[in-house]
């Protein structure tokens, strides 16, 4: 930190989630934003589908005072050893951008403080746990699941787009050889759709234990596949892989032989034991567990699949792009692979209708809102029609206890509407966008009054609560 007094506090940082295309770039402007306010110089990379955009040099990093890494999937912290790092979760970093930023101002000033008292010793090229604050940061397990699912998404998207446009040319044309319809089936179903599990549960094994953990991952994840114990097993055999090979990479081996541990024993060691235990024990009773949620969702009763899609519905809502909304979609798209729509339709349905909803709210009683409530509803009516549902993020922020319940109830009650028509969705993502395509949503017009009945309904209980609540405060 060279002439500390005379210049701004230097801060890079990064951003990263599942899906690539809202929360990253969001959290992004948000710590722009607050960096210019706090009167702070930052450099951001996002690291969204696109890959990673406005990259971090070398010079950008030795030259930083403070690390911040707002991100839900696997961040490489090695290119940032010896700097302070504070890594808070991506919903920290939209909400309160000049918090983070000021932890991280802080955390600088107290590096360059230590320096100047020990002005001889070189910074720690550690990169250990005390250098980075985490601030309820996504961690464990469930980034490691997270990471996966960014990874696969790509896979599942072309898969499920390129089946549905072969349904376009008639739904047995793909039978015939050499046509155009056998062609998108075979790119879709017979490639995208196969290595999707493989693909997760290799990037669950690369989350944990980095490279070595790729193919037993993936061999893990192609066996779940072959055995029938679809997404589920893909989950499982990612874990096992990589927490396998984290435990192979610490034993302790004469450095002598630790090349070739590396690049013998540890890949033929951990696809051996991961692909014993997937086809001798765990791969045939996860495959049970499959096969009786397939029997169950194609048999499940109206008053079932309602109360399904009511849960998967209110889960979307509830922190719009968070944990619980992940966990549902991660489920729904998982089950595309099983050959079972209906879920994804009721949780895409479900996602799209809260940003939809607050912006009809602001459109018809704009005395409700704020100014910023009603700027931020011209653009939610974008990120809706997108099934970004971090369109409701602001709002939610805003005024948390009166929005967050009021955009569940409309997305529950979407979802149960969409579960209870049988709807089905082939495409994990696009909105509106993937609604349009042929045979993508076995019956569009009644999806998207779906979708219409479940905007109006979060319009008018927002409206409601907002207004009742009102009332009730100015008697108070």
């Not at 075979?186 to 549960?201: D, N, Q, R, S």
């Not at 193919?215 to 192609?222: C, D, E, L, N, Y």
């Not at 009054?449 to 609560?465: E, K, N, Q, S």
Request: proline letters at 5%.
């Amino acid at each position: 930190m060279p002439d500390e007094e005379n210049r701004k506090i230097k801060i890079v940082a990064t951003t990263a989630c599942p899906t690539g295309i809202a929360h990253t770039y969001m959290a992004a402007e948000a710590l722009e934003k607050a960096a210019r306010e706090l009167g702070l110089e930052i450099k951001v990379e996002t690291q969204g589908a696109k890959g990673a955009e406005n990259q971090l040099s070398e010079k950008d990093i030795e030259e930083a005072d403070a690390v911040v890494v707002a991100a839900a999937t696997k961040v490489d912290l090695s290119r940032f050893r010896g700097k302070p790092i504070v890594e808070v979760p991506l919903q920290e970093a939209i909400k309160n951008a000049k918090e983070v930023l000021l932890r991280a101002s802080e955390l600088a000033k107290k590096e360059s403080a230590r320096r100047k008292e020990q002005p001889t010793k070189k910074p720690e090229k550690s990169g250990k746990s005390s250098d980075i604050i985490p601030v309820n940061a996504v961690s464990g397990a469930y980034k490691h699941l997270l990471t996966g699912v960014s990874f696969m998404i790509p896979f599942v998207v072309a898969g499920g787009v390129l089946i549905a446009l072969s349904f376009a040319f008639g739904i047995h044309a793909f039978e015939q050889e050499g046509t155009l319809a056998w062609a998108l089936m075979k790119m879709g179903g017979g490639a995208a759709f196969k290595l999707f599990v493989p693909v997760l549960a290799g990037y669950i094994a690369y989350s944990i234990a980095d490279k070595p953990g790729l193919a037993p991952g993936m061999v893990g994840g192609f066996l779940a596949v072959d055995m029938g114990a679809g997404f589920l097993g893909g989950i499982v055999a990612g874990y096992i892989a990589g927490y396998f090979v984290e435990y192979l990479k610490k034993v302790k081996v004469p450095e002598l032989l630790s090349g070739i541990y590396t690049i013998f024993v540890i890949p033929l060691t951990s696809v051996f034991v991961v692909g014993s235990l997937m086809i001798y024990i765990i791969g045939n009773p996860i495959a049970g567990i499959e096969e009786g949620l397939r029997n169950w969702l194609s048999t499940v009763s109206t008053a079932g699949a309602i109360t399904f899609g009511l849960i998967l519905g209110a889960m979307m809502a509830f922190d719009m792009g968070g944990p619980v909304n992940k966990a549902a979609y991660t489920f729904a798209v998982g089950l595309l692979g099983e050959g079972i729509y209906t879920p994804m339709a009721a949780v895409m349905a479900a996602g799209m209708t809260p940003p939809l909803g607050l912006a009809l709210a602001t459109t018809l009683k704009k005395h409700l809102f704020t100014e910023e409530e009603i700027e931020a509803g011209r653009a939610a009516w974008i990120l809706g029609i997108s099934f970004i549902t971090e369109g409701a993020i602001p709002f939610a922020a805003a005024d948390p206890f009166r929005i967050i319940p009021s955009i569940m109830v409309g997305s529950a009650i979407t979802g149960a509407l969409s579960m209870a028509l049988n709807l089905e969705l082939r495409a994990p993502h696009g909105g509106i966008f993937a609604i349009i395509l042929p045979n993508v949503v076995n019956h569009p017009l009644t999806y998207l009054g779906v979708i219409t009945i479940g905007t109006i309904i979060t319009a008018l209980v927002v409206i409601a609560v907002k207004r009742y609540t009102r009332k009730w405060e100015t008697v108070a």
